[in-house]
T-cell receptor
């Protein structure tokens, strides 16, 4: 059975801290891994990763994929209260039209 | 920008009622999806559709049905709502390249 596991499930830090969110997967026919941010409503797309070792970066957020160890991390540096959200990891499978999602990490940034 | 809209943000229904949740996308995407999101369980796929009048069961289809009569519209139907169907329902669409675009969600409460 295809599985995506995120850790931690919940994290509370202070503004300015750096956080690392984890996503591991066990799937057949991996195609890509995606990260989404969900605030109060619709998840919004952050990154798509297809190749090992290549960092994707957007401002204070960055992500990298390790296809040998089957995991990805999402880093957020100099966190701000606006980074508070649920972060979702999902894996896209070859030959399937659907994503397999992890449980999500609820990140809370306190001022 | 891709736009996915859902007919209601909040719904309150009684046990046994028939419930329709509507989703419309404006990007001519082939694929559309219905998920439910519950705390600690992440997003779970209910049904998806890769073409008009085509549908596939996801991981938790029991108690639900879907309809896709037009490419831009995908409806989720709860034939006889039950309290365990109280949840956040998210619709998404994609062109088949992995990234899914989500609607704002419908928070359904079944009393």
């Amino acid at each position: 059975e295809d599985k995506v596991v995120q850790s931690p499930l919940s994290l509370v830090v202070h503004e300015g801290d750096t956080v690392t969110l984890n996503c591991s997967y066990e799937v057949t026919n991996f195609r890509s891994l995606l990260w989404y941010k969900q605030e109060k409503k619709a998840p919004t797309f952050l990154f798509m990763l297809t190749s090992s070792g290549i960092e994707k970066k957007s401002g204070r957020l960055s992500s990298i994929l390790d296809k040998k160890e089957l995991f990805s991390i999402l880093n957020i540096t100099a966190t701000q209260t606006g980074d508070s959200a649920i972060y979702l990891c999902a894996v896209d499978l070859q030959g399937a039209q659907k994503l397999v999602f992890g449980q999500g990490t609820r990140l809370t940034i306190n001022p | 920008d891709v736009k996915v809209t859902q007919s209601s943000r909040y719904l309150v229904k009684r046990t046994g009622e028939k419930v329709f949740l509507e989703c419309v996308q404006d990007m001519d995407h082939e694929n559309m999806f219905w998920y439910r999101q519950d705390p600690g369980l992440g997003l779970r796929l209910i049904y998806f559709s890769y073409d008009v009048k085509m549908k596939e069961k996801g991981d938790i289809p029991e108690g639900y049905s879907v309809s896709r009569e037009k490419k831009e519209r995908f409806s989720l139907i709860l034939e006889s709502a039950s309290t365990n169907q109280t949840s956040m329902y998210l619709c998404a669409s994609s062109s088949g390249q992995g990234t899914q675009y989500f609607g704002p969600g419908t928070r359904l409460l079944v009393l």
